[in-house]
């Protein structure tokens, strides 16, 4: 196993995620707690020291089996993370309750590692403001010993982790970040990574895999990647990005099964970072995956000023983007939920003066159809 330095820590280079955890019957509330243990125990004994666990990953029941399974080993064998719920805005008045509950659902006395959940554009007002006392309630567990270190989580923009970067930046001490080769550009993973580094703060990784996406790829763009190093499985590839940019301390990998758990471990077993011409070949495939979904909207801006329905139209087109990369997901709908409902997608009449300005002529009006109804579907 690879490990990296964090202050005075050895932290193993792969972390175990706990929010895909193997299930019983297809019920993500239903964890197969046997065979989660059996993985921490593999992962343990390869020398995995970092678990990653959250309020509400499996319906709740994560951190309950974490804490089960990981109470069978001594308390400094492992750097245990959990997070605040703050993705859910009813959550932010109750900082002290969840985090009193989470102590006792992990059954830990302290968490080596706590995060401001997935700051985004819907929270991101939320957890600034002094009234819901988070930050200060979370800096006092620090102070008391009950956090080892203080970090978040982003899933919003660059511009929304700026802000809360400039409110509690010198007190972040890790952030945890989509990346991965195909958001590198993609969703700036890549302006994220230097954000973060004028704030002196490690890169902590989720999603290297895109949630399996990146676990393989289209015959012709796997043979380009055999060719260049014919040992290399499809899914080291991505881990092998990641091991290529300095900044990056953590990668979580969301593991559902021992076998899954146990190729990620072998390709930890040595660094592996890419040449240039071989970033530059996953970086090319990277572009044609996104190139085949997305539109190609360069956010000109032309088009936004002749919008009767003022829509930020190539904020639209982004999430659309993503929504239809992703097949569905969470992230355009929670962006969206932050917007007034007269600026979504349904807002649109159709009227076309967009598409009449936009040099890369996008049908704008279908695409906000479609986005909504995606989104309605
Ligand atoms: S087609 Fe829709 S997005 Fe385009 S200008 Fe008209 S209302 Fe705005
Ligand atoms: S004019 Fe076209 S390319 Fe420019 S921002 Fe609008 S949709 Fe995007």
Known sequence: MIYKPFQDLKLSALGMGAMRLPVIGGDDGKIDEKA???????????????????????????ELVMGRALKAYPREQFYLATKFPGY?????????????????????????????????????????????????????????????????SAHGSYDVMKRFLE?????MEFCQIQLNYLDWSFQDAKGKV??????????????P????????LQPEDEAALKALRPEEKV????F?????????????SGMSNMEQMQENIR??????????????????????????IALPCTACRYCTSHCPQGLDIPGLLALYNEHCFTGGGFLAPMALSAIPKDKWPSACVGCRSCEAVCPQQIKISEAMADFTSKLEG
Not at 39 to 62: L, P, R
Not at 209 to 216: F, N, T
Not at 235 to 238: E, K, L, R, S
Not at 271 to 285: V, Y
Request: include cysteine; charge should be negative; proline fraction near 3%.
């Open 194 to 207: 230097k954000l973060l580094k004028e704030y002196h703060i490690p890169v902590w990784v989720m999603e």
């Open 88 to 152: 859910d805005l009813a959550n932010m008045d109750k900082v002290e309750e969840i985090f009193q509950e989470q102590l006792r659902k992990c059954a830990v006395d302290y968490f080596d590692f706590y995060l401001f959940h997935n700051v985004c554009e819907m929270n991101i007002d939320a957890y600034l403001d002094p009234k819901y006392g988070i930050y200060d309630y979370l800096m006092e567990q620090k102070k008391n010993g009950r956090i080892r270190h203080l970090g978040f």
């Open 267 to 292: 390709t930890f077993e040595e660094e592996k970072p890419l040449s240039a011409k071989e970033q530059e070949t996953l970086l090319a495939i990277a572009d044609g995956m996104v190139n085949k």
């Open 235 to 238: 899914p080291a590839w991505a």
């Open 167 to 171: 409110a509690y930046g010198n007190d």
């Open 209 to 216: 895999l895109r949630g399996g996406k990146l676990a393989s």
């Open 240 to 252: 092998r990005f990641l091991q290529s940019i300095p900044e990056v301390t953590m990668i979580l």
């Open 36 to 62: 989660a243990a059996d993985m921490v125990a593999w992962a343990m004994e390869h020398g995995v020291n970092y678990y990653d666990t959250a309020w509400g990953y499996h319906n709740g029941q994560s």
